[in-house]
T-cell receptor
Framework: DTEVTQTPKHLVMGMTNKKSLKCEQH?????MYWYKQKAKKPPELMFV???????INESVPSRFSPECPNSSLLNLHLHALQPEDSALYLC??????????????FGSGTRLTVV | AQKITQTQPGMFVQEKEAVTLDCTYD???????LFWYKQPSSGEMIFLIY??????QNATEGRYSLNFQKARKSANLVISASQLGDSAMYFC???????????FGQGTELSVKP
């Protein structure tokens, strides 16, 4: 199994809703990432988990709350989002050692629309 | 600071022709890796090719090759024999240090004409 699985693929939520995005990998990677991507723009890093611990938070608003329950699973909890938070949310995983041909593996993303 | 630059926002190529997508980078770290990703309209980020900073030979993967010129800090992607399915957004990216951030260029939107 060499893929990163993200669910759901599409999500529409109201500004008062609470929802969660899920990401799962079974490649033995010990680093997992959340990226946010607007149309025609490059992905922007949000959070990095290394060995299930949050190592980087790129000054993301608190309405986004990440969670890493175990080495295979990464969640992104959403609460009180704004319409400008509508985007493609990508999960990725990698080996801790960084520069490697094993590289990053991305999931297929969740398209989030906030109404 | 580390930076990736893609200067071609959009490109057109005729089917079956070769095309080069430009990428330059800036880093003072001697150990880094360079990636090219393809992103079709479906959104998935598809890994194409990787070049490590210490690799002596240019990377190749099927129709994709990476023209790595370390002194000029460039890592251009060459796609040979373009196909209609190659129409997509292409991102150059760099990783450095341990388990760190993947830094992306702004992307190039490639359109293949029949």
């Amino acid at each position: 199994d060499t893929e990163v699985t993200q669910t759901p693929k599409h999500l529409v939520m109201g500004m008062t809703n609470k929802k969660s995005l899920k990401c799962e990998q079974h490649m033995g990677h010990r680093a997992m990432y959340w990226y946010k991507q607007k149309a025609k723009k490059p992905p922007e890093l949000m959070f990095v988990y290394s060995y299930e611990k949050l190592s980087i938070n790129e000054s993301v608003p608190s309405r986004f709350s990440p969670e890493c329950p175990n080495s295979s699973l990464l969640n992104l909890h959403l609460h009180a989002l704004q319409p400008e938070d509508s985007a493609l949310y990508l999960c990725a995983s990698s080996q801790i050692r960084g520069a490697s041909p094993d590289g990053y593996t991305f999931g297929s993303g969740t398209r989030l629309t906030v109404v | 600071a580390q930076k990736i630059t893609q200067t071609q926002p959009g490109m057109f190529v005729q089917e079956k022709e070769a095309v080069t997508l430009d990428c330059t980078y800036d880093t003072s770290d001697p150990s880094y890796g360079l990636f090219w990703y393809k992103q079709p309209s479906s959104g998935e980020m598809i890994f194409l090719i990787y070049q490590g900073s210490y690799d002596q030979q240019n990377a190749t993967e099927g129709r994709y090759s990476l023209n790595f010129q370390k002194a000029r800090k460039s890592a251009n992607l060459v796609i040979s024999a373009s196909q209609l399915g190659d129409s997509a957004m292409y991102f150059c990216a760099m990783i450095y240090n341990q388990g760190g951030k993947l830094i992306f260029g702004q992307g190039t939107e490639l359109s293949v004409k029949p």
